[in-house]
């Protein structure tokens, strides 16, 4: 079962330029994609007392979009969707190309 529902022709996206011939040799490398609900700062003591029925408070609203991450680069926002059962990504925002590729929103 593959991971996304649509995969765009690598070649359209290129346009038939020199490009094109580099993206069909990377089409096929492989990206660990996440995405992150958000965040939050504890202590050792504090993650030490954490037990069932702890509650850590995230960073986030819990209506803000969510970050997707390739290999711990931001590449994109979205919400939650429901997948036949299973947890899905909406992308509702892409990040710039030229900030993806200078790795300016890298996870730290």
Known sequence: MSDMTESPDMRSIAGGSPMGDNMDLL????LRISVEVGSASLTL?????LGEG?????DRQANDFLDIFANGTLIARGEIVDVDGRYGIRVVDVVAADRRLAGLERRT
């Open 27 to 30: 089409a096929g490398i492989s």
């Open 45 to 49: 003591s504090e993650l030490l007392r």
């Open 54 to 58: 702890s509650v850590v408070e995230l």
